[in-house]
């Protein structure tokens, strides 16, 4: 019920800028409104034929992402965000959503400030590149990226309470969001269609429990660090197998969220050019892969080194290495959750923005590991040039992930900045 009211309200609201204003509308509205978006024309291109019979070697579509900021009175503001992508290679990636929608108001607070945000907004905690174990507040919008960090809108009340002695937010949470799964005919599926329709929760109240989260950060010296915890429903489900259609039978997976307590820490080390960096969690009340609750603890470590000038260049480099460990190892939910990773980025500083990145995440305990590489440069002050592609290497050895071995793909984005 929460998604669909907000794929709702986002349909109606995607648009809503480009509507033209009568002519004697009141100027206290354009004085205040400020309106910027992208409209991106994307396609990705699959050389190897799908496992799955009705998968297409190529999927072409657009997405729309507006934001409306309305400044008020007082300094309160309201942010409006929907976003809306249409494709034509699986109907479940073709969606609305808002990504935020909230009332932001602030005050003094003795030496330090207050802020309440109020409506649906997005949240990121976390410091690594390959993974972000942290960041628990938003759902994953997995049609959107198979890398994870694409979230949908939450709806929240975010309190803030900041000074000289760091930044302490509380939230209270509800309306839980069902993460978004490729369907029947999309590319990077498992063996089983996953069907949100039968999704099940382990709270009585569904998706209507309300979830509580809290995260301190404070900076000291060169050390920047968050404590977070949260308790509520899981932003990962797990899945139960359902036999469906009498006259054809066949299985689909039943999405089902758990009860969960996580705590969690994030931390960098910033010294001249090398930074280090560290997430970690302890997750209480949620499901291995072979469905047994199992209590488990989970951590990135790793650095960047930042060369300036490299080659005698204007350009800068970025070099990552992370080491990814969960300890429940192969019975992680997550097929790469026991990897190291290595990757680069190189920003050539130049009038057009072009940056090149290539990453590896190589799994230490099986063959299998994905290779990113993407390429990023501005053709004019409004049109931008994307380009990446994921390879799949290994994956026929991991029955995890061994349906996805032919869904390597390249991506080629047109984005219209407005």
């Given at each position: 019920?929460?998604n669909r009211?907000i794929h709702?309200s986002?349909l109606?609201?995607?648009l809503?800028?480009?509507?033209?204003?009568?002519a004697?509308?009141?100027?206290?509205?354009s004085?205040?409104?400020?309106?910027?978006g992208k409209?991106s024309?994307?396609?990705?291109?699959?050389?190897?034929?799908?496992?799955?019979?009705g998968?297409?070697?190529?999927a072409?579509?657009f997405?729309?992402?507006t934001t409306?900021?309305?400044?008020?009175d007082?300094?309160?503001?309201?942010?409006l965000?929907?976003?809306?992508?249409l494709?034509?290679?699986?109907?479940e990636?073709?969606?609305?959503?808002?990504?935020?929608?909230?009332?932001l108001?602030y005050?003094?607070?003795?030496?330090?400030?207050w802020?309440?945000?109020?409506?649906i907004?997005?949240?990121?905690?976390?410091v690594?590149?390959?993974?972000s174990?942290v960041?628990i507040?938003?759902?994953t919008?997995?049609v959107e990226?198979?890398n994870?960090?694409?979230?949908?809108g939450?709806?929240m009340?975010?309190f803030t309470?900041?000074?000289?002695w760091g930044?302490?937010?509380?939230?209270?949470l509800?309306?839980?969001?069902?993460?978004?799964?490729?369907?029947?005919?999309?590319?990077?599926?498992?063996q089983?269609v996953?069907?949100n329709s039968r999704v099940t929760?382990?709270?009585a109240?569904?998706?209507?429990?309300?979830?509580?989260?809290?995260r301190?950060s404070?900076?000291?010296g060169?050390?920047?660090?968050?404590?977070?915890v949260?308790?509520g429903?899981s932003?990962?489900?797990?899945f139960a197998?359902?036999?469906?259609d009498?006259?054809?039978?066949?299985?689909v997976?039943?999405?089902?969220?758990?009860q969960?307590?996580?705590?969690?820490?994030?931390?960098?080390?910033?010294?001249g050019?090398?930074l280090?960096?560290l997430e970690t969690?302890?997750?209480?009340?949620?499901?291995?892969?072979?469905?047994q609750?199992q209590d488990?603890?989970?951590?990135i470590l790793g650095?960047?080194?930042?060369?300036?000038?490299?080659?005698d260049?204007?350009s800068?480099?970025s070099?990552?290495?992370?080491?990814?460990?969960?300890?429940r190892e192969?019975?992680?939910?997550?097929a790469?959750?026991n990897?190291?990773?290595?990757?680069?980025?190189?920003?050539?500083?130049?009038e057009h923005g072009?940056d090149?990145?290539l990453g590896?995440?190589?799994?230490?305990?099986?063959?299998?590991?994905?290779v990113?590489?993407?390429f990023?440069?501005?053709?004019?002050d409004?049109?931008?040039?994307?380009?990446?592609?994921?390879?799949?290497?290994?994956?026929?050895?991991?029955v995890?992930?061994r349906?996805?071995r032919?869904?390597s793909?390249?991506?080629?984005?047109?984005e219209?900045?407005f």
């Open positions: 019920m929460a009211l709702a986002a109606l609201w995607v809503l800028p480009f509507v033209p204003k009568p004697d509308a009141e100027s206290w509205l004085d205040r409104m400020d309106v910027f409209f024309a994307e396609t990705r291109i699959f050389p190897e034929t799908g496992v799955h019979p998968q297409r070697s190529h072409s579509g997405s729309l992402e409306a900021y309305i400044e008020g007082g300094g309160s503001s309201f942010t965000t929907p976003f809306l992508r494709d034509a290679g699986d109907p990636r073709t969606h609305a959503d808002l990504r935020e929608a909230y009332f108001t005050g003094d607070a003795g030496d330090g400030e802020e309440l945000r109020l409506g907004d997005r949240v990121f905690w976390g690594a590149e390959a993974r174990l960041d507040v938003n759902q919008d997995l990226h198979p994870a960090k694409s979230k949908l939450q709806p009340v975010h309470l900041s000074g000289g930044v302490f937010e509380l939230f209270g509800t309306g839980h969001r069902e993460r978004t799964f490729p369907g029947e005919h999309g590319r990077l599926r498992g089983w996953i069907d929760y382990e709270s109240d569904e998706e209507w429990h309300v979830d509580l989260a809290g301190y404070n900076s000291f060169p050390l920047d660090i968050g404590l977070s949260f308790d429903t932003r990962e489900p797990t197998p359902v036999v469906v009498q006259t054809l039978p066949h299985v997976l039943a999405p089902h969220y758990e969960i307590r996580q705590f969690g820490l994030d931390a960098q080390i910033t010294t050019p090398v280090l960096k969690i302890r997750r209480a009340g949620g499901r291995n892969r072979m469905m609750e488990y603890t989970a951590s650095g960047e080194y930042i060369i300036n000038g490299p080659w260049s204007n800068d480099l070099l990552f290495a992370e080491l990814l460990r969960d300890d192969r019975n992680a939910t997550d790469l959750a990897s190291v990773f290595l990757g680069a980025r190189l920003g050539l500083n130049d072009t090149f990145f590896v995440l190589d799994s230490r305990e099986t063959d299998s590991r994905v990113n590489a993407e990023n440069r501005r053709l004019s409004n049109l931008s040039l994307h380009l990446e592609s994921i390879a799949h290497m290994g994956f026929e050895t991991d995890t992930v349906d996805t032919r869904d793909f390249i991506g080629i984005s047109l219209y900045n």
